[in-house]
């Protein structure tokens, strides 16, 4: 009988959890490890999000607190370094606490969530109120923190106040866990109250890191590296490690060797050249890894489905807004042909800027390099030098992303060229192949193309396709359908005119060899043999247009067969 496998942990961030319920696991505990021989007194880590900084947080909280369960790490990598783990495994007071669903309207309705974090943990160390240790005045400091009107001052000393006094009744100083620490300003800064949510974080995080002598360490982690001077001012002991960094590289994201283990636990070894070609690519440090989240949700797909087919998984947790707001600036010619390289698969050397304020990240093309490198839009190829890196985009989700808000770009650019589209369209409808091709052409030479190298035959043509597509959709009185069935096939897009007079058949082509002619002549020939325009005659359109429509790069060919025939 077959071995019933474990569960996929999709959205698993609490590891004892994990560790209890049956859930797979990819060993991180070396973290732990490395942590403790390369630990500073403050210790910061950036990475994209979804990439395991909470279950890596949640497992530091399992294995350094007091009168937590041992035995679940028994099995795990960490296990063996018993000298270690008699030191420091259970043997530390842990403040835990995550700012990740600090996602406030206003500045207001942000410190009320803080107050209930704050109170949320507090909770947990309700002893502190029978300790013989505390005074009545530790003991009414504590009760301070259980209070629901808590008012700024008290919650911006909060995390000060329970360390000192876990340290006064354990005898022993305090580990502090922030998860998430910059989401509140992310989210301040969206939201027009970023001055005060700065205040806030540099207050709470002076009293809790600068002046706390109840500390061990303290960890912290982030999407982005946010300036010293704007909420770490003067804190001399903050050590930050940033998706450019080797140490700790291969502990957020799945190795190659995780990713095979996993496939092979499973039984999806098939499947491992598309998930590396869609999931894999990030470089930290100098190691390679996947998105997690994304080999997991496909991995659970595959498990219910073995022919499922993979999909953007991470790009659908976020708005993508730093993708959005590069494309923005394509219409400067320099960055239209960078962002061309990149979709083509290629490589572009840029200084990287990681130290940013949130005020800062959209105030130049130079700092969107930065935040889309830090965010996981763009990772770095080889060693840096300096402060430049050579920039690639990791794979074919992120690929995917950038394509769909090229799309989106020139969706919204459309209204701007009316009276050029109404042009076009009219030539469309006329009959008049070289002034189609002539605007067309025209605008393409303007707007960015999907370029060779890397993407596949298909995705190009899905790309001048949706191009087509929204200019025609700007012919509101059109009836036009994409890849509809008529006829032996399914036409890329057949429209009928507001008269229903005119019907036009539009087939589309990418000519990988650059021979726009040939490739017009195909399209015709395959509008002849699949009969593509039958559904349009049996609709009673008595004049029926067809174009065969080749790109390559920036170039286009316009061919038209009229009614009958099927070749120019």
Same mark, same amino acid.
């Given at each position: 009988?077959?071995?019933?496998?474990?569960?996929?942990?999709?959205?698993?961030?609490?590891?004892?959890?994990?560790?209890?319920?049956?859930? !797979?696991?990819? /060993?991180?505990?070396?973290? *732990?490890?490395?942590?403790? /021989?390369? =630990?500073?007194?403050?210790?910061?880590? #950036?990475?994209?999000?979804?990439?395991?900084?909470?279950?890596?947080?949640?497992?530091?909280?399992?294995?350094?607190?007091?009168?937590?369960?041992?035995?679940?790490?028994?099995?795990?990598?960490?296990?063996?370094?018993?000298?270690?783990?008699?030191?420091?495994?259970?043997?530390?007071? $842990?403040?835990?606490?995550?700012?990740?669903?600090?996602?406030?309207? #206003?500045?207001?309705?942000?410190?009320?969530?803080?107050?209930? *974090?704050?109170?949320?943990?507090?909770?947990?160390?309700?002893?502190?109120? %029978?300790?013989?240790?505390?005074?009545?005045?530790?003991?009414?400091?504590?009760?301070?923190?259980?209070?629901?009107?808590?008012?700024?001052? +008290?919650?911006?000393?909060?995390?000060? +106040?329970?360390?000192?006094?876990?340290?006064?009744?354990?005898?022993?100083? +305090? *580990?502090?866990? +922030? /998860?998430?620490?910059?989401?509140?300003?992310?989210?301040?800064?969206?939201?027009? !109250?970023?001055?005060?949510? $700065?205040?806030?974080?540099?207050?709470?995080?002076?009293y809790a890191l600068k002046s706390n002598d109840s500390l061990k360490f303290a960890v912290l982690t982030g999407c982005m590296r946010i300036s010293k001077e704007s909420i770490f001012t003067g804190l001399n002991n903050l050590k930050v490690l940033s998706v450019a960094d080797v140490p700790f590289a291969g502990y957020f994201g799945f190795t190659d060797r995780e990713v095979r283990e996993m496939l092979g636990y499973y039984g999806f070894q098939a499947h491992y050249n598309e998930i590396k070609e869609w999931y894999d690519g990030y470089q930290f440090g100098e190691a390679e890894v996947y998105c997690p989240w994304d080999v997991i949700n496909y991995c659970d797909a595959l498990r219910g489905d073995p022919d499922t087919q993979p999909k953007n998984y991470w790009v659908n947790t976020s708005s993508n807004e730093a993708v959005r707001r590069f494309i923005q600036e394509s219409d400067k010619a320099a960055v239209r042909r960078e962002i061309e390289k990149l979709v083509a698969g290629e490589e572009i050397t840029k200084e990287i800027h990681q130290e940013l304020t949130y005020k800062e990240m959209y105030a130049s093309v130079d700092n969107l390099w930065s935040v889309l490198f830090t965010t996981g839009y763009l990772t770095q190829r080889g060693k840096p030098e300096g402060d430049s890196f050579r920039l690639a985009i990791p794979n074919m989700e992120i690929r995917n992303v950038f394509t769909a808000q090229i799309m989106d770009f020139f969706r919204e650019s459309i209204p701007k060229h009316g009276e050029a589209w109404r042009e076009f369209c009219q030539a469309l409808e006329n009959g008049e192949p070289k002034r189609v091709e002539e605007l067309l052409g025209g605008y393409l030479k303007r707007t960015i193309s999907i370029r060779d190298t890397f993407?596949?035959?298909?995705?190009?043509?899905?790309?001048?396709?949706?191009?087509?597509?929204?200019?025609?959709?700007?012919?509101? #009185? =059109?009836?036009?359908?994409?890849?509809?069935?008529?006829?032996?096939?399914?036409?890329?897009?057949?429209?009928?005119?507001? %008269?229903?007079? #005119?019907?036009?058949?539009?087939?589309?082509?990418?000519?990988?060899?650059?021979?726009?002619?040939?490739?017009?002549?195909?399209?015709?020939?395959?509008?002849?043999?699949?009969? !593509?325009?039958? %559904?349009?005659?049996?609709?009673?359109?008595?004049?029926?247009?067809?174009?065969?429509?080749?790109?390559?790069?920036?170039?286009?060919? $316009?061919?038209?067969?009229?009614?009958?025939?099927?070749?120019?």
């Open positions: 009988m077959e071995t019933r496998k474990k569960k996929l942990p999709i959205g698993i961030e609490n590891f004892e959890e994990l560790q209890t319920e049956g859930f !797979y696991y990819v /060993d991180k505990t070396g973290f *732990i490890a490395e942590l403790l /021989d390369h =630990w500073a007194k403050v210790n910061l880590f #950036t990475r994209p999000r979804r990439f395991g900084k909470s279950l890596n947080m949640s497992m530091l909280k399992s294995f350094f607190e007091l009168g937590r369960d041992k035995r679940i790490f028994c099995r795990l990598r960490i296990s063996e370094e018993t000298a270690l783990c008699e030191s420091y495994m259970g043997k530390f007071p $842990v403040i835990s606490v995550s700012l990740k669903g600090m996602n406030a309207g #206003t500045y207001e309705k942000a410190l009320e969530m803080a107050i209930q *974090i704050i109170r949320a943990e507090a909770r947990r160390f309700q002893y502190l109120l %029978d300790s013989e240790r505390l005074s009545c005045y530790d003991k009414d400091a504590f009760l301070a923190l259980l209070r629901e009107h808590m008012n700024e001052g +008290v919650l911006c000393g909060s995390l000060k +106040v329970l360390s000192e006094l876990l340290e006064k009744h354990h005898n022993r100083k +305090v *580990i502090l866990l +922030v /998860d998430e620490y910059d989401v509140p300003l992310a989210k301040a800064f969206e939201r027009g !109250y970023y001055g005060q949510m $700065v205040m806030f974080i540099r207050n709470m995080f002076e993407v596949k035959k298909q995705m190009k043509e899905n790309f001048y396709h949706g191009i087509l597509l929204g200019i025609l959709g700007f012919q509101d #009185t =059109w009836g036009v359908s994409s890849n509809k069935e008529s006829g032996e096939g399914y036409s890329d897009i057949l429209v009928e005119t507001e %008269d229903g007079e #005119t019907g036009i058949v539009l087939e589309l082509k990418y000519a990988e060899d650059g021979k726009l002619d040939t490739a017009c002549k195909k399209a015709l020939e395959q509008i002849g043999q699949k009969r !593509y325009a039958e %559904d349009l005659l049996e609709e009673g359109v008595g004049h029926i247009l067809k174009y065969g429509i080749a790109f390559y790069k920036k170039k286009c060919r $316009v061919v038209l067969a009229e009614d009958g025939g099927d070749n120019p």
